[in-house]
């Protein structure tokens, strides 16, 4: 909802600024301009990206027009389930986990939390790491270590579509210059022509410098920016897992466990403690 907010403020601010001055927007509408300078982006993009890379690209920019889907309720959704997976393991054993981890979509305890289930990347990290804990052999501190590895992996991979986005977002000013000379090309050729028709040709050019600066700082770097963060909330909840995946593999009480997993969450997500308790009452 923001991205929308943002992208309507841009235009209002941009386009009713050019207003005030007087501008026509006629001026503006420089059709070629945009073809050069928008189908020369979507080119580089194609170019540089692997297609599988593509995918993720549009899935993480649909997903950031549908707004930030992590907040305080999924932290606390998520402290819940661990919590109630810990209790299953303190009390049947982690041979106990064993259902729960194995079938997770036919888990009562996951059943509880559809958002949690929802979200591959997270599932897994889960339930991949527990399967370790049932088959046991691995001591906290190797867990510990196997999970950075993967959370390094899992931030270089959530990583790659900011940065390509970011590329393009430079990329376009340049490509504004492309489209700004090629205007002068045609302007030069009608050099001799009356003045009207050359300043119209020159302010066409124009246009497209306009355009690539616009277009680059206006929308497509912001966009990879919203990108990057997202990636970055999405690793946050994998640290909270694996503080309370370390603190369950060396016997620490469920309340004690899930306690340190929400010592690593951020503070404009952080549930407070009391909210935590009472959430984890309910999960009893």
Do not use: C, W
């Not at 929308?4 to 050019?18: H, K, P, R, T």
């Not at 889960?126 to 899992?154: K, N």
């Not at 277009?215 to 909840?237: C, K, W």
Request: no cysteine; charged share 20%.
């Amino acid at each position: 909802m923001f991205v929308i907010i943002g992208i309507v403020v841009v235009l209002v601010a941009v386009l009713g600024g050019f207003a005030i001055e007087g501008g026509p927007f006629l001026v503006l509408m420089q059709y070629a301009e945009f073809l050069i300078i928008i189908g020369a982006s979507a080119g580089a993009l194609l170019i540089s990206t692997p297609g599988k890379l593509l995918g993720k690209i549009f899935k993480k920019l649909t997903g950031a027009f549908g707004g930030n889907k992590v907040n305080k309720d999924t932290y606390l959704n998520l402290l819940r389930l661990m919590y109630e997976l810990f209790q299953v393991g303190q009390k049947e054993g982690v041979i106990g986990l064993e259902q729960h981890v194995e079938n997770p979509d036919k888990s009562k305890i996951f059943a509880k939390y559809p958002e949690i289930l929802e979200n591959e990347h997270v599932l897994h990290f889960l339930t991949d790491t527990m399967r370790l804990l049932i088959v046991g052999g691995a001591e906290p501190f190797d867990l510990e270590g196997l999970m950075d590895a993967d959370i390094e992996t899992h931030h270089q991979e959530g990583s790659k579509p900011g940065m390509i986005l970011q590329k393009i977002g430079d990329s376009m000013p340049g490509l504004g210059i492309v489209a700004a000379v090629l205007g002068i090309v045609i302007t030069m050729q009608a050099i001799d022509g009356p003045p009207q028709e050359i300043g119209h040709k020159v302010a066409a050019a124009l246009v497209g410098t306009f355009l690539g600066v616009l277009l680059s700082y206006g929308f497509v770097q912001p966009l990879a920016t919203n990108l990057d963060i997202s990636a970055e909330e999405e690793s946050r909840m994998f640290e909270a897992i694996k503080a309370g995946l370390v603190a369950f593999a060396k016997g620490m009480q469920p309340l004690i466990a899930v306690e340190f997993a929400r010592r690593t969450i951020f503070q404009d997500y952080r549930p407070t403690f009391r909210e935590m308790e009472e959430a984890l009452k309910g999960a009893k």
